[in-house]
């Protein structure tokens, strides 16, 4: 059986990612801009990336628990992005705050895969070695998408 460790590291970066998915979805209602059409389209694809992610890492934890799926009620009491209620906020401010999300995830995600290398789970670290290029990649195309303006 899994170490607990692991499982409630695996649980955090789940739990992030699935925060930034719906961060993600509900953000929809501050774009706008000349930029719309392309902001529109790179947040439908990294929220799509996000939900293969989560969908991957409730398969990981079942395989690993031995037990069923995670709850979305579970996964977000862990939650640790930070959520912002502001009425209002420009498209390029928008897109920074998924930018630092993201590296938020990246840090979730680093600190679950230190616990697979200590318990020797190299099928799970390998993964996350996925999700983290992923993170860092929406990290980076944020970044290009703010500076291009």
């Given at each position: 059986m899994v170490s607990l460790d692991l499982s409630a590291g695996l649980m955090k970066a789940r739990a992030d990612t699935?925060?930034?998915?719906?961060?993600?979805?509900?953000?929809?209602?501050?774009?706008?801009?000349?930029?719309?059409r392309q902001y529109r389209t790179l947040l439908q694809a990294h929220a799509e990336?996000?939900?293969?992610?989560?969908?991957?890492?409730?398969?990981?934890?079942?395989?690993?628990?031995?037990?069923?799926?995670?709850?979305?009620e579970l996964g977000m009491n862990v939650h640790s992005s930070n959520e912002d209620d502001v009425e209002?906020?420009?498209?390029?401010?928008?897109?920074?705050?998924?930018?630092?999300d993201n590296q938020i995830l990246v840090g979730s995600l680093r600190f679950a895969?230190?616990?697979?290398?200590?318990?020797g789970d190299?099928?799970?670290?390998?993964l996350i070695d996925v999700w983290i290029d992923e993170a860092?990649?929406?990290?980076a195309v944020l970044m290009d998408a703010t500076w291009g303006d």
């Amino acid at each position: 059986m899994v170490s607990l460790d692991l499982s409630a590291g695996l649980m955090k970066a789940r739990a992030d990612t699935l925060s930034l998915y719906l961060k993600i979805k509900r953000s929809h209602r501050y774009i706008s801009g000349p930029n719309f059409r392309q902001y529109r389209t790179l947040l439908q694809a990294h929220a799509e990336e996000l939900v293969a992610a989560t969908h991957a890492l409730d398969e990981q934890l079942r395989y690993l628990r031995g037990n069923g799926a995670c709850s979305v009620e579970l996964g977000m009491n862990v939650h640790s992005s930070n959520e912002d209620d502001v009425e209002y906020v420009t498209s390029e401010d928008l897109l920074v705050q998924l930018r630092v999300d993201n590296q938020i995830l990246v840090g979730s995600l680093r600190f679950a895969q230190a616990l697979c290398q200590r318990s020797g789970d190299i099928v799970t670290e390998s993964l996350i070695d996925v999700w983290i290029d992923e993170a860092r990649r929406r990290a980076a195309v944020l970044m290009d998408a703010t500076w291009g303006d």
